[in-house]
């Protein structure tokens, strides 16, 4: 319950939405799919604005690639026959370890991007693919990748007047291979450790990885120790091998209700040598 | 604020308070098999569907619906005439304490309205989100294929 909300927009354009952002300020909350504001009870809240009808809602095949639109649900991003197939399926895969269907079917591509938890699924598939996410605000429009977009918060990152409005995947060229892989308690409990690879050239020899952790700290990171141990390397089960403890070795974290920081640091190692053997496995 | 939605098939003016949640409002203005459950997200006894999708009324606030269409338990069937989903559950004995039925049964028609000859597979990924702390989910899941079943011959 936010007890002073008063009044919610519906605005029908990105230039309605950045108008009402700019002379509400502070006091104004951006609803997506809703799924944490709901839960809020802050009183500085005095007014809503529902972002879901201004279009940005659809899955755009552009160029080799896609342009998803911040209203995306990520339960249409699950469902994709296209993003199944794209980079290991990778990020139909983490939209789908989101908590339930009902949670996937309201929770949206640019809510879920802005409003990262540690346990928040799909930011590590945008680390390993490098997405860059379309920002526009009053002052105009621009991108950020990945890497910057979750250097710090990406609350942070955008203006008060700014809305995430897409995100942009390139499929990489040449021959590539991507996997996801979440590890929780149950089918919908929150991720103990999530991890996205993508790797690019062939088994004899990885011309470049990325690798990325979530559910280990405040935002999703990548292991770069780990991705330079591939580079050129042929990818052999002692090459993985060397990757996972070393990206065990570059992970902070700590326990909390659900695991203790040990069993954390074991299962990263374990989990990122999985998810590499899996990519590796569909290289040729 | 003035909250205009179609519920069932009607359309709906509400007074409501834009911050309160969708559960709250549903069980004032009297749908009562929107169950209030964990009021968190987890348990899906509040489940209903929204523009014919399953979503959570618990996590949703009431301002969020302006506009939009709601089906709840109440708009499937009555005590005198069941949807053949809720016959289903009865001549399978899916129902013990009752209290996760209405959202089983809104998810389950999510899905049958999407896929009307659903494997098991299916039907336990539609159901991913209700809990049931009684039936150890087995005779839902049959009660979800016999429905399908006699709906879709």
């Given at each position: ?87 290991g ?13 009902p949670?996937?079917n ?53 203006d ?125 | ?54 979503a ?7 301002a ?37 039925t ?18 098991e ?33």
């Amino acid at each position: 319950m936010l007890p002073n909300a008063k009044t919610c927009f519906y605005p029908r354009s990105p230039a309605e939405a950045f108008r009402i952002l700019k002379e509400s300020g502070p006091r104004l909350l951006i609803l997506a799919g809703g799924t944490t504001a709901a839960l809020s009870n802050d009183p500085k809240i005095e007014a809503l604005m529902d972002i879901t009808r201004l279009g940005h809602d659809t899955i755009e095949p552009i160029g080799t690639g896609f342009r998803l639109g911040c209203n995306v649900r990520l339960q249409d991003l699950a469902e994709s026959a296209a993003l199944q197939e794209f980079c290991g399926g990778m990020v139909a895969q983490a939209a789908g370890a989101v908590g339930s269907r009902p949670i996937r079917n309201a929770a949206t591509v640019g809510g879920n991007a802005v409003q990262v938890f540690r346990w928040s699924d799909p930011p590590v598939a945008w680390l390993a693919l490098n997405a860059r996410f379309e920002i526009e605000g009053p002052a105009g429009a621009r991108s950020l990748g990945a890497d910057e977009f979750y250097a710090r918060h990406p609350r942070q990152a955008l203006d008060a007047a700014e809305l995430v409005l897409g995100v942009r995947l390139e499929r990489p060229e040449g021959p590539h291979a991507g996997a996801f892989s979440k590890l929780a308690r149950t089918a919908f409990d929150l991720a103990i450790v999530d991890v996205a690879v993508l790797l690019l050239g062939s088994r004899e020899s990885c011309q470049g990885a990325r690798i990325a952790i979530g559910a280990t700290r405040t935002l999703p990171w990548r292991a770069a120790r780990a991705e330079e141990r591939l580079r050129g390397q042929p990818l052999t089960a002692e090459a993985l091998a060397d990757a996972a403890r070393l990206a065990r070795e570059d992970t902070q974290t700590a326990g909390d209700a659900r695991t203790s920081a040990e069993y954390r640091l074991q299962m990263v190692e374990v989990m990122v040598r999985r998810t590499l053997q899996q990519a590796a496995d569909r290289l040729r | 604020m003035q909250i205009h939605v179609e519920v069932n098939g009607k359309r709906l003016t509400w007074e409501a308070h834009p911050g309160e949640s969708l559960l709250s409002v549903l069980r004032r203005e009297g749908f009562l098999s929107v169950k209030r459950g964990c009021e968190e997200g987890d348990c899906g006894a509040c489940t209903i569907l929204l523009d014919g999708r399953s979503a959570r009324a618990c996590l949703l606030l009431s301002a969020q619906v302006e506009g939009r269409r709601i089906t709840t338990l109440e708009g499937l069937g009555n005590a005198d005439r069941l949807h053949p989903l809720q016959q289903a559950f009865v001549d399978s004995g899916a129902v013990q304490c009752g209290f996760c039925t209405p959202g089983m049964v809104l998810s389950a028609k999510a899905l049958l309205d999407r896929v009307p000859r659903p494997d098991e597979e299916q039907v336990r990924e539609a159901l991913d989100g209700n809990l049931c702390r009684c039936t150890g989910y087995k005779k839902i899941i049959e009660a979800v294929l016999l429905a399908a079943q006699r709906m879709n011959p």
